[in-house]
C-alpha cells in the first residue's frame, strides 16, 4: 500500500517497450533494444528520475540456443519462474480482441539503484484463469509466432499497458514509446481524452490530438522502411477492438496498412532517433515530421568488469554516477589498465574452457564479434578470403564469436553454420570460438574478455550499436564500420579504428563489401597486429582512450539526461 503511494506520489514518465532485459534470469528480451529498455531504466533508477516501465512477461521467454554438430541452431523454451523475481499485483485491465473480452494482469519487478532510487518495471501477461485457452498462451514467446499474434501481443502491450497504469492510478507526464511496437497506446490516449472530455462523437477533435501528441515521446531504431511493423488493415479490423473508427485510424497510421512508426510518429511531439546519423536518415526517410538524435548509451556498472570496477572505485570514485568523470583515466597507470584487462581476458578464457574444451591462448590478439545473428551484421565477412587472414594471422589472431538467430531466420543460421565451418578450415593456424547461448549474463564476461570488438554491419542498418560502448568502457577498442554511434565515437588510431569508407564517401544502398573488406585486412595488418605485439604503451593509450574518450559519453546516464532536458520535462 505504502509503496503505492510513493510511485503515484508524482508524476512519472511511462517507458513502452516490447522487450526489457534486465538481467539473464528474466529472459524477455532478444538482443540490443531490449538491453537498452534495461540500461535506461537502470540509469533511470541511479538518477532517481520517476519512471514506470512497461513490457509482457514471457513465460517461455525469447529461446535457449544450441548447435547440432554441423553447426545449425536449434531453439529450446526457457523455462524460468516468473513467481521467483517477480510480483504479482491485484489490479487487472481489461481489452477485448476477435470480440472476446481478454483479461490483463501486471507483475512488478524493482530496479533498485545503490544511490536510492527506484523504478517499477510491470510485466503483462495474460496466463489467467478465466480468460479463454488460447489466449493464456498470448504472451509466452517474444516475437514468436506469426503477425496475427504479433498484433495481439502490440495490443496487450500498447492498450493493456496504458489501461493497467490507469488501474494502478498512475498520474502519466509523458509516454515514451520504445519503437513502434507500443504506438497502439496513442489509441488508448485518444480515446481516454475523448471521455474525460465528454466526448461521444467518432471524429477526434484537434484538442484531442494534441492533448495526447503532447504526452509522447517516440523513438524509432529502424534506418529502413523495410524494417517498420507494419499491419494489413483487415488483420486490424477482425482482431483490434472497435474503439476507434477505421478512417480515423487510417488518418495516423497510413492508407495502405497500419504503420506503427508513423502512428506513433503522428501521435508525438518529440520523435527521435538513436544516433546523430540515425536521426538524419529517419529524417529524410519521413519528411513531414521534425526528427531530433539522442544517441544510445549503456549503464555503466552494469557493463563495467569486475576488475575495472575496482580499478574506477580507486581512482575515480563516483564514477558509477556520474561516468563523465572516465575522462580522468589517465590518473590509472598503464600497468593497471593493462592487468584489469588480463583479468577479466583470463576469466573469459576460463568461461570458454568450460564450456567448449578449448583453451584459448592468452597471449595472442583475440578478436570478439557477438550479437544477434542478422545478415545485415555479416558476422562471417571477415572469412570471405581465407588465405588472406592466414597469411597476416596464423600464430597471431584468434576469434571468439556469439550471437543467436530468430528462430524464422534461416538465413541468419547460415551465417552462424558458416563461421562454425570456417573453425575447422582454420585449425592449428586460427583458433575461433563460436559460444552457444549469447545472452546478458555471458556478454558481460564476453566482451571485456576479448582484445579487439569487431563490427561490420552494412550501412546503414546499425542505428546506433551499443555493444561497442561496452567494449570501450572496458578498454576494449573497436574496430568497426562507420555506422550508429561509432560515426560520433571514432578517432582513428586514438579510440579504436574504422573499417570501409567514411560516411561522407558512401552511398547507403550498397554493401560496399569489398571495399570493407579489404581495409578490413589492411588495416588489421598493417596497423592493428604490430601495434598489439610490438608497441604495448602505444596499444595501452588506445585503450585508454576507448574509456576515456569514447565510455565517458556513450552510457546511459548521459543519455537520460538529454531525454529529461530534451524530451521529458516540456
Ligand atoms: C549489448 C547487447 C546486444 C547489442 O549488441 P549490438 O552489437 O549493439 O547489436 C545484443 N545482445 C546482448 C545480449 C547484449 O548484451
Redesign the pocket.
Known amino acids: 500500500m505504502e509503496r503505492r503511494n510513493i510511485y503515484i506520489q508524482n508524476q512519472h514518465i511511462a517507458y513502452f517497450s516490447m522487450e526489457i532485459?534486465l538481467n539473464a534470469d528474466i529472459p524477455t528480451?532478444?538482443?540490443?533494444l531490449g538491453?537498452?529498455a534495461g540500461d535506461t531504466i537502470k540509469s533511470a533508477a541511479d538518477l532517481n528520475i520517476p519512471l514506470v516501465a512497461v513490457t509482457l512477461l514471457y513465460r517461455k521467454g525469447y529461446f535457449r540456443q544450441e548447435f547440432d554438430p554441423t553447426g545449425w541452431q536449434h531453439e529450446h523454451d526457457i523455462d524460468w519462474k516468473p513467481e521467483r523475481y517477480l510480483q504479482l499485483l491485484p489490479h487487472k485491465a481489461l481489452i477485448s480482441m476477435e470480440q472476446r473480452d481478454i483479461k490483463i494482469q501486471a507483475w512488478l519487478y524493482r530496479v533498485k539503484s545503490p544511490a536510492g532510487g527506484e523504478i517499477p518495471v510491470l510485466f503483462l501477461d495474460t496466463d489467467i484463469p478465466g480468460n479463454d485457452d488460447q489466449d493464456r498462451h498470448l504472451t509466452d514467446h517474444l516475437y514468436g509466432g506469426d503477425q496475427t499474434l504479433r498484433l495481439k501481443q502490440e495490443i496487450i502491450l500498447g492498450i493493456g499497458g496504458a489501461r493497467i497504469l490507469q488501474a494502478m492510478n498512475f498520474s502519466i507526464k509523458k509516454y515514451h514509446m520504445n519503437e513502434g511496437h507500443a504506438s497502439l497506446l496513442t489509441l488508448e490516449l485518444l480515446n481516454q481524452t475523448r471521455q474525460n472530455l465528454g466526448d461521444n462523437s467518432d471524429d477526434f477533435s484537434s484538442t484531442n490530438i494534441r492533448e495526447v501528441a503532447e504526452k509522447c515521446v517516440f523513438t524509432t531504431h529502424t534506418p529502413v522502411p523495410a524494417g517498420h511493423d507494419r499491419f494489413p488493415y483487415d488483420l486490424v479490423e477482425k482482431i483490434m477492438p472497435r474503439d476507434i473508427p477505421l478512417a480515423t485510424l487510417k488518418k495516423f497510421a497510413g492508407e495502405e496498412d497500419l504503420n506503427m512508426t508513423m502512428l506513433g510518429m503522428n501521435l508525438s511531439r518529440f520523435i527521435n532517433g538513436v544516433a546523430k546519423r540515425h536521426g538524419q536518415i529517419s529524417q529524410d526517410m519521413f519528411p513531414g515530421f521534425q526528427i531530433h538524435a539522442i544517441t544510445n548509451g549503456?549503464h555503466p556498472y552494469t557493463?563495467c568488469s569486475p576488475f575495472m570496477v575496482r580499478l574506477f572505485n580507486r581512482y575515480l570514485p563516483g564514477w558509477a554516477n556520474e561516468p563523465e568523470l572516465l575522462v580522468r583515466v589517465d590518473t590509472i597507470s598503464d600497468d593497471e589498465i593493462w592487468d584489469a584487462h588480463c583479468g577479466a581476458k583470463a576469466l573469459f578464457f576460463q568461461y570458454i574452457h568450460e564450456q567448449t574444451g578449448t583453451q584459448l591462448d592468452p597471449e595472442l590478439l583475440t578478436i570478439g564479434f557477438?550479437?544477434?545473428a542478422a545478415t545485415y551484421?555479416r558476422g562471417d565477412l571477415i572469412f570471405s578470403n581465407i588465405e588472406r587472414l592466414l597469411d597476416m594471422g596464423a600464430g597471431k589472431l584468434q576469434f571468439v564469436f556469439g550471437?543467436k538467430a530468430h528462430p524464422q531466420d534461416n538465413e541468419g543460421k547460415k551465417v552462424i553454420q558458416r563461421i562454425i565451418q570456417q573453425a575447422e578450415k582454420m585449425r592449428g593456424k586460427i583458433a575461433l570460438v563460436y559460444l552457444e547461448n549469447?545472452?546478458?549474463d555471458?556478454?558481460?564476461q564476453f566482451?571485456p574478455g576479448v582484445d579487439l570488438w569487431l563490427?561490420n554491419p552494412m550501412r546503414p542498418l546499425?542505428a546506433?550499436?551499443?555493444?561497442?560502448m561496452?567494449a570501450a568502457l572496458n578498454g576494449v577498442p573497436n574496430f568497426s564500420v562507420l555506422d550508429?554511434w561509432w560515426i560520433e565515437g571514432h578517432i582513428e588510431g586514438v579510440t579504436g579504428w574504422a573499417i570501409g569508407p567514411a560516411p561522407h564517401d558512401v552511398k547507403d544502398d550498397s554493401s560496399h563489401a569489398d571495399r570493407d573488406l579489404e581495409d578490413m585486412y589492411d588495416k588489421l595488418e598493417r596497423v592493428i597486429i604490430p601495434l598489439y605485439y610490438d608497441n604495448h604503451p602505444g596499444w595501452v593509450r588506445v585503450m585508454k582512450n576507448a574509456i576515456g574518450k569514447n565510455a565517458y559519453y556513450f552510457n546511459t546516464h548521459v543519455m537520460m539526461r538529454r531525454y529529461v532536458t530534451e524530451a521529458y520535462i516540456h
Open positions: 532485459g528480451y532478444s538482443g540490443g538491453v537498452l549503456i557493463w557477438a550479437r544477434r551484421k550471437g549469447y545472452n546478458m555471458t556478454a558481460a566482451i563490427n546499425e546506433s550499436g551499443t555493444s561497442g561496452k550508429g
